[in-house]
């Protein structure tokens, strides 16, 4: 079996641009994210906007507290 060099030479090459190229790639949309994120997507909401999903401490030991299916029928019953 013949092994050339100029041929393992040219695949190197084409290994090392595609790990450049990529890493480039990753870097760009990580970029993009970091543009189109919000900076505190966990912030209180201003204006007319308001908060979905707020955590309450029912008392006992879970009387009186809506199941997961009410809260979700609630939720699509309300329209949010």
Not at 16 to 40: C, E, Q, R, T
């Amino acid at each position: 079996m013949i092994i050339s060099m100029r041929r393992g030479l040219r695949f190197i090459r084409f290994i090392i641009v595609f790990a450049a190229l990529v890493y480039l790639f990753y870097h760009v949309l990580d970029l993009f994210n970091g543009w189109i994120s919000p900076v505190d997507q966990y912030q209180m909401p201003t204006g007319n906007a308001i908060k979905v999903f707020q955590e309450t401490d029912w008392p006992g030991n879970g009387e009186g507290r809506p199941t997961m299916a009410e809260r979700l029928r609630l939720f699509y019953w309300y329209g949010e």
